[in-house]
């Protein structure tokens, strides 16, 4: 099989954009893309864009997005597979190439999620879980991951103090990415203080809403090397699902639909777990990252805790998880996670992340999840 | 009238929505498919095994074993009285799973994972129209001696 590759990369900064609306967001990652890859439009055959649609007032945000980029009549579509919706876009964007349909596509992920009202969010926070069963008793996000750390610390003996090393070691990270929402450490001390949420959670295993944008654009192996002397290859795409509702899982340790996905990703590309250099995981709370380092293999099941405790997801250690800060401190504009988690892998494997950087990365993955598990997408990311 | 299931409803409608009549005569119910057997809970109308849309409903005993809890501090549109509030996903006796909130029968100290638990149906007797769910309660509560 012909291989896909990135020739060109761009990110915006990630926080509470009031200066700008999506399509504006989306514009400043794609124009950092295309001067990375030294393209003009013309060279574009299509645009994917990644967007949760009920954050934005603006119905079909594809729509404005593709005319404010200066893309008509190229086509695009949306795809929206809740907080994966950047990784479903690379996905896609890999098919329509290896089908030998397009040549170059752009995927841009893009959210504002700061312009709805704390009603609104609180609204929709009621009905991230299966409404019919769940929802009616107040289920809430950091709630399903509460009862997911909950089940973790009473089989395998996790501690509070481990998930929040989760939250120290992204935040010490997060300081040093010019495009994070929160740029500065934090301590155990202040970790523990922080206000209660969800039971064992408090406010600082949780990630934060943010506005943003990344872009990267992707194309067919020939073109790709005419157009880039340093590209990096998407080289496995893999993609799984669980239950909608929690009540149907096998258990609440873990992520059926990661476990899939990775053993789809690394058979693809042909590599293992320990083959993985560094890694950019899905920390929208504590306990799904120590989860995620379990899922794609870099420990056994039940030893996250002792993972984090023992630093081995730091530079340095077995490998390199989240070193741009993750979702904990750069911020998730759910829409725009996957393809700013790529972004990060494909900087990484190029060599360009200055104190951040994690030696002779040369294999790194993004795993992107949704809703609770519902949906998983591991990527994996090759340079030669 | 399914509506008549949970505080805040979000489903209307559904082929098992005589639940929420049975749950508001105090029996708790599962479904079977009159075609394979397949039993389970929470309710569904087609059979995910064999495909059947025929089924009946079976009272299901409420026993069972909590598997996991998180005690909510910051609630969602609705539920912000409620506040906080503990979220239990208990093991069924009779098969399946079934999330709800510990009742006033156990304490915050006795509510771990493990514990033997009764599932017991309740209605909110102080909204119009009716509203009925279900809580988790000490092992041997009973649905007329729940508080209410």
């Not at chain 1, 574009?44 to 997005?65: C, F, M, T, W």
């Not at chain 1, 481990?162 to 970790?191: C, D, S």
């Not at chain 2, 849309?53 to 299901?60: A, C, D, T, Y």
């Not at chain 2, 279900?134 to 209410?148: D, H, I, L, R, S």
Request: hydrophobic share 40%; with cysteine.
């Amino acid at each position: 099989m012909p291989r896909v590759g990135v020739v060109g990369i761009g990110h915006g900064v990630f926080g509470r954009r009031s200066d700008a609306t999506v399509q504006e967001l989306a514009f400043e990652a794609f124009r950092l893309a295309m001067q990375d890859a030294g393209l003009t439009r013309e060279a574009l055959d299509a645009s994917v864009i990644a967007a949760v649609p009920e954050y934005h007032k603006q119905r079909s945000v594809a729509g404005v997005v593709q005319e404010y980029l200066n893309l008509n009549p190229k086509p695009t579509w949306l795809t929206e597979v809740a907080c994966a919706s950047g990784s479903a876009a690379m996905r896609t964007a890999w098919m329509a190439i290896q089908s030998g349909l397009h040549e170059v596509v752009a995927v841009i992920g893009c959210q504002k999620m700061t312009e709805l009202s704390t009603g609104e969010i609180l609204a929709l926070m009621g009905r991230v879980g299966e409404v019919q069963w769940e929802s009616v008793f107040g289920t809430t996000f950091p709630g399903y991951y509460a009862m997911f750390a909950t089940r973790h610390m009473h089989e395998f003996g996790t501690t509070r103090e481990q998930l929040l090393q989760v939250a120290i070691k992204n935040h010490h990270y997060g300081a040093l990415n010019p495009n994070a929402l929160f740029r500065k450490e934090i301590t155990l001390e202040k970790a523990m203080a922080s206000e209660p949420v969800a039971s064992p959670f408090c406010v600082y295993d949780c990630c934060a809403n943010a506005d943003g944008a990344a872009c990267v654009i992707l194309a067919a192996e020939d073109k790709a090397k005419a157009i880039s002397d340093k590209v990096v290859w998407l080289d496995g795409v893999g993609s799984a699902t669980s239950s909608m509702s929690v009540l149907r899982r096998p258990d609440l340790v873990g992520l059926p639909s990661a476990q899939e996905a990775a053993r789809q990703a690394y058979e693809m590309a042909g590599v293992t777990a320990k083959d993985v250099k560094v890694a950019e995981v899905h920390d929208c709370f504590t306990i799904a990252e120590l989860m995620a380092y379990e899922d794609l293999g870099f420990c056994k099941k039940g030893e996250g805790g002792p993972f984090i405790a023992d630093r081995r997801s730091y530079i340095g250690g077995d490998v390199a998880v989240n070193v741009d800060g993750g979702l904990k401190a750069k911020g998730h504009p759910i829409g725009a996670t996957g393809v700013s988690m790529a972004y990060e892998i494909i900087s990484q494997l190029r060599g360009d992340c200055g104190e951040r950087q994690v030696p002779d990365a040369d294999v790194g993955l993004t795993h992107n999840v949704g809703g609770i598990g519902q949906y998983t997408f591991v990527n994996l990311f090759r340079r030669d | 009238m399914f509506s008549w299931f949970g505080k805040v409803s979000f489903v209307p409608y559904s082929k098992v929505q005589d639940f929420a009549v049975h749950l508001k005569g105090g029996r708790l119910m599962g479904t079977v498919c009159k075609g394979c057997g397949y039993s389970t809970f929470p309710p569904r109308a087609d059979c995910p095994e064999c495909m059947s849309g025929e089924f009946e409903f079976k009272e299901w005993s409420g026993k069972g074993t909590i598997y996991t809890l998180t005690k909510i501090d910051a609630a969602p549109t609705g539920f912000e009285d409620e506040v906080p509030y503990t979220v239990a996903v208990v093991d069924l006796e009779d098969g399946g799973r079934l999330l709800a909130w510990i009742g006033e029968t156990i304490s915050e100290d006795d509510a771990k994972i493990g514990l033997d638990v009764q599932v017991v149906p309740r209605i909110f007797e102080d909204l119009e129209p009716i509203k009925v769910y279900y809580t988790v309660e000490q092992a041997g509560t009973t649905w007329g001696k729940a508080p209410v």
